[in-house]
């Protein structure tokens, strides 16, 4: 209860939570891609199943502080270049999203006959799961580190990612429907996977890539994308004008035509 009545809770509660949602903006567009290669009955299991597993995973590591800080030791260097735990997840991560972005891009370009002809297998529920479990890895160090370095409670952090992990299985539904219906903004999406994997890479080489120009410029886009669609939207589609079918029927000027019978001879 002395935890309800401080105001410091509830000022670090709603900054990580914030926080929280805005680092899960590329976790939800990347499950969002991968659960739209399943049926449409798997693709909201898959996405609930992935938010889950991903809150679990943060709450799991926030309970072993002391593991997510030792990640942060320097292990080794290369070229006086030191490289921590954390550093080799990054990158990994990082080099994951680069070579699925980039296959998706081709995909997409080389259109879905290419794809079949040469013998395209239809993606599973199992291998969408890992590949979502794999990601969420590597976003769960950076926000549990973040929650780590904002908040002192325990409690405070797991509350946080609660509530950021409910937001995003909200909207993860209302997010993949808009972009599986604008193809413009699924290739959009997938540039933002380049984006956030050189990032990742970037920071697991020590170059620091401040996060509010990232989250700038996919704002940025994603503003310049939604006036494109609505140009897109009012502009009407031309009308066709039915060609003029030549009427059988006699016109009204003229007199109709009696055709006459030979008189009965007597």
């Known amino acids: 209860m002395e935890l309800l009545a401080d105001p410091q809770i509830w000022i670090a509660l709603f900054t990580l939570t914030a926080l929280e949602i805005v680092l899960g903006i590329d976790n939800i567009v990347f499950i969002s891609i991968l659960a739209s290669k399943l049926p449409a009955e798997q ?14 995973m943060r ?12 990640l942060t030791q320097p292990l080794f260097a290369v070229v006086g270049i030191e490289f921590s735990g954390r550093d080799l ?33 239809t993606a599973t529920f199992a291998s969408v799961i890992v590949q979502i479990v ?16 904002m908040a002192d409670e325990l409690i405070v952090m797991i509350a946080a990612v609660v509530i950021a992990v409910g937001v995003m299985m909200v909207s993860a539904k209302p997010i993949s429907q808009f972009v599986d ?7 959009l999406a997938l540039s933002f996977l380049l984006l956030i994997g050189t990032s990742l890479i970037a920071e697991g080489f020590d170059v620091h890539v401040p996060k509010g120009y990232i989250y700038f410029a996919m704002a940025f886009s994603v503003l310049v ?9 009012r502009k009407e589609p031309p009308v066709h004008l039915r060609p003029l079918v030549k009427s059988e029927s006699p ?12 008189a009965s001879t007597a």
Not at 43 to 56: E, H, I, P, W
Not at 89 to 118: D, M, N, P, V
């Open 43 to 56: 693709q909201d299991r898959a996405r609930l199943v992935g938010l889950g597993l991903a809150m679990f």
């Open 59 to 70: 709450i799991a590591l926030l309970f072993s502080i002391s593991f997510i800080i030792g």
């Open 89 to 121: 997840i990054l990158i990994a991560g990082g080099l994951f999203l680069l070579g699925k972005a980039t296959y998706e891009i081709h995909e997409r370009l080389e259109g879905e006959q290419h794809h079949s002809s040469a013998g395209r297998k």
């Open 134 to 149: 794999l990601l969420d890895a590597v976003f769960s160090i950076d926000s549990v580190i973040t929650a780590v370095g």
């Open 181 to 187: 219906r604008h193809p413009t903004v699924k290739m």
């Open 225 to 233: 994308e939604l006036l494109n669609l609505k140009v897109r939207g």
């Open 251 to 262: 016109a009204a000027d003229e007199p109709p035509t009696v055709e006459k019978t030979p």
